[in-house]
């Protein structure tokens, strides 16, 4: 037994704690060693959650407005309640996504140019933060719908812009808007799976040209 075992023991210390200590400093200087300093830990990279889509299906949408066209079914329509909103003002909501389509619909009375000019300026005012806006032209003169589809890339608080007429009495604006803050890498994979529901709401989207509708336009307009 070593002088500091004697001390120690003197001092009612186990003999095994040594055992013990020793065991211990030996697995540490394992560890130690097996460290290569030449080996640098990165951080995890950012990841996000992992959504879970709905399958593609989708409802007639008909109302009192001039305009018909299919909805997704995990989609709900709600009219705009803001102040100043008018009666064709609707919000296409996507509650699992936390989006809305905002539909803006305007009577046309010789100021078709007024409005293509507000829309271009209101798409345009996401230069700033996008990186490009795309745009696709829609044309279907069988059914007399036309228009100009905006994708705009990068962290725009818009990220899908159109406008629809049929060049003489209706004209339809539309926004899609996250109740979030821009990111596109966290919203990207959503944008890209809305986008086809947009996209399909356009290629069957119509005009209502019957007498209670050109009725309802004109009164839209005078409010």
């Known amino acids: 037994m070593t002088a500091i075992q004697t001390s120690l023991n003197k001092k009612n210390i186990p003999v095994n704690f040594f055992s013990r200590l020793f065991i211990l400093l030996f697995f540490i200087s394992l560890i130690s060693c097996g460290n290569d300093d030449g080996i640098a830990i990165a951080p995890k990279p950012r990841a996000y959650f992992r959504l879970t889509f709905p399958q593609k299906k989708y409802v007639q949408y008909d109302s009192l407005c001039p305009f018909s066209f299919e909805m997704p079914v995990y989609s709900k329509?709600?009219?705009?309640?803001?102040?100043?909103?008018?009666?064709?003002?609707?919000?296409?909501?996507?509650?699992?996504?936390?989006?809305?389509?905002?539909?803006?619909?305007?009577?046309?009375?010789?100021?078709?140019?007024?409005?293509?000019?507000?829309?271009?300026?209101?798409?345009?005012?996401?230069?700033?933060?996008?990186?490009?806006?795309?745009?696709?032209?829609?044309?279907?003169?069988?059914?007399?719908?036309?228009?100009?589809?905006?994708?705009?890339?990068?962290?725009?608080?818009?990220?899908?812009?159109?406008?629809?007429?049929?060049?003489?009495?209706?004209?339809?604006?539309?926004?899609?808007?996250?109740?979030?803050?821009?990111?596109?890498?966290?919203?990207?994979?959503?944008?890209?799976?809305?986008?086809?529901?947009?996209?399909?709401?356009i290629a069957t989207f119509k005009w209502k040209n019957d007498a209670a509708s050109r009725s309802f336009a004109k009164t839209v307009h005078k409010k």
């Open 77 to 201: 329509m709600d009219n705009d309640k803001n102040y100043g909103a008018e009666p064709c003002w609707l919000n296409l909501n996507f509650p699992s996504f936390n989006g809305t389509l905002h539909l803006s619909y305007k009577a046309v009375s010789n100021n078709l140019k007024d409005y293509l000019e507000d829309t271009y300026t209101l798409a345009s005012k996401h230069q700033i933060k996008a990186s490009g806006i795309e745009e696709q032209q829609v044309s279907r003169s069988a059914d007399k719908v036309y228009g100009l589809v905006y994708e705009i890339k990068g962290n725009a608080a818009s990220s899908f812009q159109f406008f629809l007429t049929d060049s003489t009495n209706h004209f339809i604006r539309g926004a899609l808007y996250f109740n979030a803050v821009p990111n596109t890498d966290s919203i990207s994979p959503v944008v890209q799976f809305i986008k086809k529901d947009i996209y399909h709401m």
